[in-house]
Nanobody, 119 residues
Framework: QVQLVESGGGLVQAGGSLRLSCAAS????????ATWYRQAPGKQRELVAS???????NYADSVKGRFTISGDKAKNTVYLQMNSLKPEDTAVYYCNAFIFIGTFQYSYWGQGTQVTVSS
């Protein structure tokens, strides 16, 4: 059974940094696309950053220049380095991945990790 487990969230002051991890476990062939989303209270879930198996990345305008997404294929882990954090970055951050199991691709979600940025 495939699972995505997120870690690295917490409380940080504005201007600080956090690194989120999303580790995939189970009988995985490969990860084709991994995406970090976030959802603040009372708001819709929004895309933060994504990375493909070819290391093509995409970022929301609100995080460009501050956040960096990367992946470690050997560990089936995706990271989100968040620098210069702002109070408006406060949200639950979710990892989503499209994972090949054999020749079929499935979408999986992590449980979410809370990021709180104090002013």
């Amino acid at each position: 059974q495939v699972q995505l487990v997120e870690s690295g969230g917490g409380l940080v002051q504005a201007g600080g940094s956090l690194r989120l991890s999303c580790a995939a476990s189970g009988s995985i062939s490969s990860i084709s696309v991994a995406t970090w989303y976030r959802q603040a209270p009372g708001k819709q879930r929004e895309l933060v950053a994504s990375i493909t198996s070819g290391d093509t990345t995409n970022y929301a305008d609100s995080v460009k220049g501050r956040f960096t997404i990367s992946g470690d294929k050997a560990k089936n882990t995706v990271y989100l380095q968040m620098n210069s954090l702002k109070p408006e970055d406060t949200a639950v951050y979710y990892c989503n991945a499209f994972i090949f199991i054999g020749t079929f691709q499935y979408s999986y979600w992590g449980q979410g990790t809370q990021v709180t940025v104090s002013s």
